[in-house]
């Protein structure tokens, strides 16, 4: 990035229109950077120098570095049934009434949005990924030079360091995150301004960020009234609440009129609001910063003697996260003359309620994604330090910092794997059993059924899902969901099944730690795909499995009860006693 911006003041230097020390911001910064770094910020300042290219540059150079990471396939969790929910909104289906899904309906939404307008295609999602990283990256940037000239730049580099490999896969998580920036963005201005229509405007972005996380616009939502009410210096703080209050219950009462007309109003409540804390927190329980030994240990083993250094460097900025409430309270008490002001209040209030948004599942990616405005915050509190040991301690974070975010960019363009889709081709660490196998046996558009967790090989191959869900675990859907996945598979008569077997030994543990496997005479799905499905393949723990072409009646159990197939049957009761199993 430093590059390219030392690039563009020598290609500006060489037309003659930009002198060194002709700006304010270039004199600033030269009389307070001694020493070798002098020159460095002195031609940064100068290229920041300009509102009217500061943007334009920093755009570009995140472009330059944001393109690489565009052609692989990096962190296919989230992104698979986001994209599987939004080639079926585009198709014309309503989320939740006829498909299934944990996220809010905006997101499927927005990724719509990009299939129409580059079709239903890996370039796409590419486009969406692109669009929404690099808004939300200068988002952060003018929201920390806003609050503290010269912060910007550290804390955009810390900020894409540790975004990967969240980020380029789409998450519901980061388009939210992209929205609530935008949100605080124009609270800000308008705290500067007081522009009309801005906090109307910024509402709306509110009301956007509850249509992709609920919670996380409420909570955004709470501060940013907040905000507005302690603004005692303002006459009618009134007003501008019920501005910001209007364009949010805009987007909330259009949403609801919109799923009521199409008669899925009851379903996108249950999704929402009643399902979550109900089920999906069954088997979201994890410690505190879950993910980080299990990272460290990973990178300790790169080396077998500087392991445990490159460990200990490329972990400052997960350390930093994992400590930022901390990091921010103590920065807070020590510069308490100037952490506690106008200016200052804002991001308090905005970051503790987008990092409690996320706090529900407490490891180290949702902290990441909880952190962006307390990042802000710390940094620019670490601007104002001159002691000389906390600005040793700057250094060492932001140079920790750029070695990750290089090393995340020369791990990507080590996926030199190219794997051709129905929708594109991508660039892959290693070879894909699943996709050679969906090129080979499954047309565009015909059915296939992926369980219990990989959803993003629908998107991939085109295919369709029989079922309204993307995925099927245990705890997490109710029995009746289970039943209703073995009844559609029933009627549609799938052809092709693409199971995968190491789901509850190493995705399970890796992702979701509180999930527990039940025993086997309380499941469901297996003995469905075990009695009407043949083996045909297996590699790297898929089972690729084939329908039977003589479908065997079901089977009375020794015990005299029915089976599960029958229970699934339209109308038929399912055995109290199998759903309490389940349950």
């Given at each position: 990035m430093y590059g390219g911006l030392v690039l563009g003041q020598r290609i500006a230097a060489s037309l003659k229109w930009m002198a060194p020390g002709s700006f304010a911001a270039e004199r600033s910064v030269a009389a307070q950077v001694p020493g070798g770094t002098k020159r460095l910020s002195v031609t940064l300042a100068a290229i920041a120098g300009r509102h009217s290219w500061r943007y334009p540059v920093v755009t570009a150079c995140l472009l330059l570095y944001f393109y690489p990471f565009l052609r692989v396939l990096t962190l296919p969790v989230d992104e698979g049934w986001c994209l599987t929910g939004a080639a079926r909104v585009y198709h014309g289906q309503l989320p939740f009434r006829d498909?299934?899904?944990?996220?809010?309906?905006?997101?499927?939404?927005?990724?719509?949005l990009f299939f129409s307008l580059f079709g239903e295609t890996w370039l796409a999602t590419r486009a969406c990924v692109l669009v929404g990283g690099t808004a939300t990256a200068l988002l952060v940037y003018f929201l920390a030079r806003r609050l503290k000239p010269g912060s910007e730049s550290p804390v955009l580099l810390f900020w894409l360091a540790v975004s990967f490999p969240t980020w380029p896969a789409i998450n519901y998580h980061l388009v939210a995150n992209l929205f609530a920036l935008a949100a605080f963005g124009l609270a800000v201005w308008w705290l500067d301004s007081a522009r009309p229509g801005i906090l109307f405007i910024c509402g709306v972005a509110v009301g956007i960020t509850s249509s992709m996380m609920l919670q996380k616009g409420a909570l955004l939502c709470s501060a940013l009234v907040l905000t507005l009410w302690l603004q005692r210096g303002r006459p009618r703080r009134l007003a501008p609440i019920v501005q910001l209050l209007s364009g949010t219950?805009?987007?909330?009462?259009?949403?609801?009129?919109y799923f009521w007309a199409r008669g899925g109003l009851s379903d996108l409540i249950y999704a929402n609001i009643v399902w979550p804390p109900t089920r999906y927190n069954k088997i979201n329980h994890l410690s505190y910063g879950f993910g980080l030994a299990d990272n460290f240990r990973g990178l300790t083993s790169v080396h077998p003697v500087a392991g445990f250094a490159i460990a200990s460097i490329l972990s400052i900025p997960s350390f930093v996260v994992l400590l930022l409430p901390l990091i921010a309270i103590i920065l807070g008490f020590c510069l308490r003359a100037s952490s506690f002001t106008a200016r200052t209040l804002p991001y308090w209030l905005v970051g503790s309620a987008l990092?409690?948004?996320?706090?529900?599942?407490?490891?180290?990616?949702?902290?990441?994604?909880?952190?962006?405005?307390?990042?802000?915050?710390?940094?620019s509190l670490l601007h104002e330090v001159r002691i000389g040991a906390m600005i040793q301690v700057h250094r060492t974070v932001a140079a920790s910092a750029a070695i990750?975010?290089?090393?995340?960019?020369?791990?990507?363009?080590?996926?030199?794997?190219?794997t051709s889709t129905p929708v594109g081709s991508v660039n892959a660490f290693n070879k894909s059993p699943v996709i050679d196998f969906t090129n080979s046996h499954v047309k565009p558009g015909e059915t296939i059924f992926v369980y219990p967790y990989a959803p993003i090989y629908y998107f991939l191959s085109g295919a369709s899902n029989p079922t309204r869900f993307s995925y099927l675990m245990y705890r997490c859907h109710t029995p009746g969901q289970m039943f209703e996945a073995i009844e559609s598979l029933e009627k549609d008569k799938t052809r092709y099944v693409i199971w995968d077997t190491?789901?509850?030994?190493v995705m399970a543990p890796t992702f979701l730690p509180g999930y527990r496997p039940p025993a086997d005479s309380d499941r469901v799905i297996e003995p469905y795909l075990n009695e009407h499905y043949k083996e045909i393949g297996f590699e790297n723990g898929f089972r690729f499995m084939e329908?039977?072409?003589?479908?065997?009646?079901?089977?009375?159990?020794?015990?005299?009860?029915?089976?599960?197939?029958?229970?699934?049957?339209?109308?038929?009761?399912?055995?109290?006693?199998?759903?309490?199993a389940l349950d």
């Open positions: 498909f299934f899904e944990v996220g809010g309906p905006g997101i499927f939404y927005w990724i719509a219950l805009s987007v909330a009462v259009g949403v609801a009129a990092w409690i948004s996320e706090a529900h599942r407490p490891d180290m990616i949702h902290l990441v994604l909880g952190s962006p405005i307390l990042l802000v915050l710390c940094f990750l975010a290089s090393v995340a960019l020369l791990f990507c363009l080590m996926a030199s794997v190219r190491t789901f509850e030994t329908r039977r072409t003589a479908e065997v009646a079901p089977a009375v159990a020794k015990t005299g009860e029915r089976r599960w197939i029958a229970a699934a049957a339209p109308g038929t009761l399912i055995p109290s006693a199998t759903m309490d």
